[in-house]
């Protein structure tokens, strides 16, 4: 994907900066914007609920590594579920029990995309497997990875990251 073409002037951060935006949904059902979540570097992951395993083991390291270099409030995680299928009554209702189990389990918020608009313009990112990118404080994205990540992609991830935490 042409990283030139995913960034629209979609909102401005603080310095005048395009920010990639997208309205989301929290597992307690509170509309929030992907935009109010920019302010630190972010590793973000775009997954239906037949991929969230996919990258188990890349996210076990992220966590280790982010404990082990000191790098937990310096850095956000931001799982977004695309859930696009699963909006209607009462599914949206179970979904969201869902996710709020999960939350529990791994103590990070995870982000209902009812609508499917990161699959839309300007995101166009896909509907189905994985997407992991990085972006930086102000919601610039960096890096995109797509599918299942291997260990040499994991080490390109932490030399994006490294520099924005220093």
């Known amino acids: 994907m042409n990283l030139l073409a995913l960034i629209t002037l979609v909102a401005l951060s603080a310095d005048g900066a395009p920010v990639l935006d997208a309205p989301l949904e929290t597992s307690t059902g509170r509309k929030v914007t992907l935009a109010s979540l920019w302010g630190k570097p972010a590793v973000f992951f775009y997954e239906d609920k037949d991929s969230v395993l996919l990258n188990l083991k890349l996210k076990q390291d992220l966590a ?7 790098w937990t409030d310096k850095l956000s995680v931001i799982a977004v579920a695309n859930v696009s299928s699963w909006n209607w009554f ?9 996710v709020r189990d ?3 389990k791994t103590h990070v918020p995870v982000y209902l995309d009812f609508e499917g608009s990161i699959t839309r313009p300007p995101w166009r990112l896909s509907g189905n497997g994985s997407t ?6 102000h919601g610039t994205p960096l890096r995109t990875w797509s599918g299942k990540l291997n260990d040499a992609d994991f080490e390109a991830l932490s030399g994006v990251l490294e520099p924005l935490i220093r």
């Open 102 to 104: 999960a939350e529990k």
């Open 90 to 98: 009462p599914a949206k209702g179970f979904v969201l029990s869902a």
């Open 132 to 137: 992991v990118m990085v972006f930086d404080a």
């Open 64 to 70: 280790a590594r982010a404990g082990d270099r000191g």
